[in-house]
């Protein structure tokens, strides 16, 4: 019976909201079709395994695609406007990440995202620290060539905490600021450990989020797109290559506030996990030797992360696939040998890979590689006098040989060097 009813009756509020905006008559450049950009760039990118998104198109009845914001190695971001908005109130934007189901891929990675996602949004919103996590607003799927692919939405936000960090002079951040900042990751922290007992395992600058200082700034980006669109890769099986809109100019005011996000390769911290996560620099000594990891991974890789805001460097520069053409676990290990003295026995002594690098004794197999000029101190130049004793002491505690003994993020937070302002000799 319903069938027969007029489309209005059905949905009497449909008229009220807003509409989609009619497909762009501005014409854009073309881009040669023999060189790869954007997503084609991933090592795990497969045509077939990436949704084919068009700007202008409406998913889920609710999301019209109106910019690409960037893209991960798995999964393409986009600028959306949300129709489900009243015609008379502004408008708003999502971002939409929608995953591709590349066999490659962990095995349904993006369902075990959305899971992970959605009890970081409900844990505990009383704590501190669920206000500096990335949060999901809604989640669907979306049919594709070769299967369906989860769509995540979010509020957009402004740039990675690396990028930001390049907008202050030097490319270092003003350690009044960075306190402040850090103090919020670590209440971050503190929430996925202790409330969601979840382990990020890929926690670096690419995948801390600062927060818009001016919505405004994705009207303009969406405006932008439509009557001026950046310069498009047709390919000859029909699909698009769209360039990312990644940069919103100087900030409009300064807020310091951020958002851990990229749960992807996310874990439950109660149950024990090995292999191989982590960024190559950030990663830590167990899971070098791959001897099982948990929550103190991700202090190791803050503590290693520091560098990167006070000194606009990384602490293992000599092993930064960025910097170095080629990683090496090995001389990874050997700068940390450096930084902290020989590893303890018992903790070489229960890894896979152990044998890889140790000798039976115990010691590295190629001691050669052991700078004798690397040391907490040596590597920082911006900080002077007390402020930079405090700033080692309080590093020290997260980036220990033993996971047992680096500080947790609650004890953390109480550190003197992030309540104290020293003044620079």
Known sequence: MTRHLPNILMHPFK???????PLSSAVSSRIDPSLLVEEEN?????PAYFYPARIGEVLNGRYQ????LGHGSRSGVWLARDLHQWRWSNERYVALKINSNNSHARKTAGDVELGILQHITRANRQHEGWHFVRKLLDSFS????????VCLVFEPLRESLGKYCQRWQGGVMPPEIFKIILQEILQALDYLHTECHIVHTDLKPDNIMVRLEDRELLSQDARDEFENPLPQKHCSDGRIIYLSRKNYGPLRD????IEVADFDLAVQGDVPHDGCVQAEVYRAPEVILDKGYTYSADIWS???MLWDFLEGQTLFESVDPRVVEDYDD?????????????APTDFVGRGKRTSMFYTTAGTLIHEDLVPGNFSFESTLSNLDGEEKMMFINFAKRMIKWNPEERSTAKELLQDPWLHNDYPQI
């Open 254 to 257: 300064i807020k310091g506030l």
């Open 330 to 342: 090995e001389t990874h290990l050997a700068y940390i040998t450096s930084l902290l003295g020989p």
């Open 15 to 21: 008229a009220f909201r807003q509409s989609p905006w």
């Open 302 to 304: 803050l503590g290693v």
């Open 42 to 46: 991933s090592p795990y990118y497969e």
């Open 142 to 149: 979306v049919q594709g060539i070769s299967g369906s692919h």
């Open 65 to 68: 695609i109106a910019t690409k």
